[in-house]
């Protein structure tokens, strides 16, 4: 017997985590090699860019919580699916 497909919603909201700290982490990484272009590249305006900057990036607490919520909603996906 075949597991059932993972709730559509579930597999959108790990996708979008997923996508957030890669992005976060991808910022941290050129604000430390103060990579302005990257961070235009980016999609970021040099006003955020300053934010980013005076604040010291993305802090570590909030790519946690977001790996924290992609385990609890991949478990919550695995009950579903038994």
């Not at 305006?45 to 802090?59: A, D, N, S, V, Y």
Request: aromatic share 2%.
């Amino acid at each position: 017997m075949s597991k059932p497909i993972r709730n559509s919603t579930e597999m959108t909201d790990i996708t979008r985590l997923e996508q957030a700290n890669a992005m976060m982490r991808l910022v941290n990484q050129a604000l430390a090699r103060n990579d302005l272009a990257a961070l235009a590249a980016l999609g970021f305006c040099h006003p955020h860019i300053g934010e980013l900057k005076q604040q010291g990036g993305f802090r570590s607490s909030s790519i946690a919580q977001n790996t924290r919520m992609i385990t609890r909603l991949r478990k919550v996906g695995d009950t579903h699916a038994q």
